[in-house]
C-alpha cells in the first residue's frame, strides 16, 4: 500500500496511448532520512516489476555564511556519501535491481529535476519531511517544488512511512543537513 500518494505530470504520446505506465527509471534523492529510505522502498516496489533502474542520487549543497562565497566541496565528503550510496545500491542488487548511486554538487531542486531530464526518468520517488506552519513558510517544501516544476511524474512519500528493509547507519547530525 502507497501512502502519501501524490502523482503529477504529463504523460508523452505513447503512454497516452498505453493504458498501463511502465517504469523503468525511477529516481530517488536521497538525504538518508527515514522517508528517503522510505521513498526508495517504494521506488523499489515500483521499479521491480519492469525491472527498472533506480537511481540514487544524493546533492551535496554548498553552504555560505554570512558575506562569503561558499566554501569548496572537498573530496572526503563526496566520497563518504558515495560509500553511503553504494550500500544501497548493493542492497538493491541483492534483491536484484538496478541501482545507480550519484553523488552530484550544487542546488537540490536544479540537480534533481536536471538529472530526471538528462536520465529520462519515468518517475521520481521522494520523501517529505511533512513540514507544516512556520517552518513550511520558512523552508518550503522541496517536495512540494519539484512536483511543480518536474516533467515527469512525482510520487512523494510521508515523513511518518518507516522504511522496512533499506537502511544505513545515519549519524543524526548528519542526516538531512548536508
Known sequence: MLLGLLVVGRLGASEERSSMFSIRTVLVPMDFSACALAAL????????????TILLLHVVTPTASGLAEAEPIGPEVVSRFEDRLRQLADRLRAERLNAEPLVLIGNLEDEILTMASRRGVDLIVIGTHGH??????????????IV?????????????????????EVDAGEEASE
Open 132 to 145: 507544516s506552519g512556520w517552518g513550511h513558510l520558512l523552508l518550503g517544501s522541496m517536495a512540494e517544488r
Open 148 to 168: 511543480r516544476r518536474a516533467e515527469c511524474p512525482v510520487l512523494t512519500v510521508k515523513d511518518h512511512v518507516v522504511a522496512r528493509s533499506l537502511e544505513v
Open 41 to 52: 522502498d517504494h521506488a523499489a516496489d515500483l521499479a521491480r516489476p519492469q525491472r527498472g
